[in-house]
C-alpha cells in the first residue's frame, strides 16, 4: 500500500510514520509513505498557498491552483490513487471507513490549513472526511488518525492477528459493541483487586463475563450503539435493564 499526505507542514508526519508499530510496519515493507510540501507546486517568489475570501470574512482560503498542480503531478507518478480531503465538512470518520480505506492500493491525502479550501479543490477529492465534531488547525493529525486506523488493518503489521477482532468498534465477534474491561498482574494494587472469575481459570466462565461486562460498558458509555449492536433476544432485554439503570430510560439507545 503506497500512503501520500499533501501539507504546507510536510515534516509534522515523519515522527508518528516511523514511530512503534506504524514505524515498524514501514520499515517491514507493508506499507509505503511520503509527505509532499503543498509550496513546492506554487510560483511565486513567496510559495503563497493561501488567499484572502471573494465577499470577505474572517482568515485566509487555500488557494486552488497549487493543490490542484500538487494532486495531478503526485497522481501522474503512479497508479490512480483515491483521495481524499479533511475537513470538519467531511463523513464522520469510523472503522467502517477504516477497512474500506484499507482496500486501497494508494492513498493521497490532501490536508487542509487556515480557514479552509477554495471551494473548487474539493473537486479532486473521491471523499471528504472529517475525525469528529471539533475543529482542528489543518488535517495533518485527522490524517495522521486516519493512517494509523488503516495501517493497523494490514494484515502482519500488528504481529498478532487477533489484537484486530476483539476491539471495540471491529466489525468481527463482538457485534459492535465496547471492548470489556482487561487486567494484568498484580491482582491488588493499592486496594484495587480484579474480578474473581477473571483468576478462577474457567474459559467458559470468562466469555460469559466479558459479554456482560461489554455490554454494561456499551449501555452505559455509548447507548448509542445499542440499537445496530448484534444481541440476543435475552441480551437484548438484559440492554434495556442497564440503559434504564444508567439513563433512566432506552432513550438514549433508540431515539
Ligand atoms: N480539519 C480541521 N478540523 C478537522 C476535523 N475535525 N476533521 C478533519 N479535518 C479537519
Redesign the pocket.
Known amino acids: 500500500m503506497i500512503l501520500e499526505a499533501l501539507s504546507v507542514f510536510p515534516e509534522m508526519f515523519e515522527p508518528v510514520m516511523s514511530t512503534s508499530i506504524l514505524g515498524r510496519a514501514r520499515r517491514a515493507g507493508l506499507f509505503e509513505f511520503s509527505a509532499y510540501n503543498l509550496r513546492d507546486w506554487t510560483h511565486d517568489r513567496h510559495r503563497t498557498v493561501d488567499d484572502e475570501p471573494y465577499g470577505g470574512g474572517q482568515g485566509m482560503l487555500m488557494k486552488v491552483e497549487p493543490i490542484y498542480e500538487a494532486v495531478e503531478s503526485i497522481a501522474a507518478t503512479g497508479p490512480k490513487p483515491h483521495v481524499v480531503f ?3 465538512c ?1 463523513a464522520p ?1 469510523d472503522q467502517t471507513c477504516a477497512e474500506r480505506l484499507a482496500t486501497y492500493d494508494r492513498l493521497l491525502f490532501v ?2 490549513r487556515y480557514e479552509g479550501m477554495d471551494e473548487r479543490a474539493y473537486t479532486l477529492a473521491d471523499e471528504c ?11 495533518e ?2 490524517a495522521m488518525v486516519v493512517m494509523d486506523a488503516v495501517v493497523r488493518l494490514i494484515p502482519g503489521a500488528l504481529g498478532d492477528e487477533q489484537s484486530n477482532k476483539d476491539e471495540s468498534f471491529a466489525t468481527g465477534d463482538d457485534g459492535g459493541l465496547l471492548e470489556y474491561e482487561q487486567y494484568t498482574r498484580p491482582a491488588e494494587f493499592r486496594g484495587m483487586g480484579v474480578p474473581e472469575i477473571l483468576l478462577s481459570g474457567d474459559h467458559a466462565k470468562v466469555d460469559a463475563w466479558r459479554r456482560e461486562n461489554a455490554l454494561d460498558r456499551t449501555c452505559r458509555w455509548r447507548p448509542d450503539l445499542i440499537a445496530d449492536a448484534r444481541l440476543s433476544e435475552s441480551e437484548r432485554a438484559r440492554a434495556a435493564e442497564l440503559l434504564e439503570r444508567y439513563h433512566g430510560s432506552s432513550d438514549k439507545a433508540y431515539g
Open positions: 479533511f475537513t470538519p467531511g470518520f490536508c487542509g472526511i472529517s475525525i469528529g465534531d471539533y475543529v482542528l488547525t489543518g488535517g493529525l485527522p
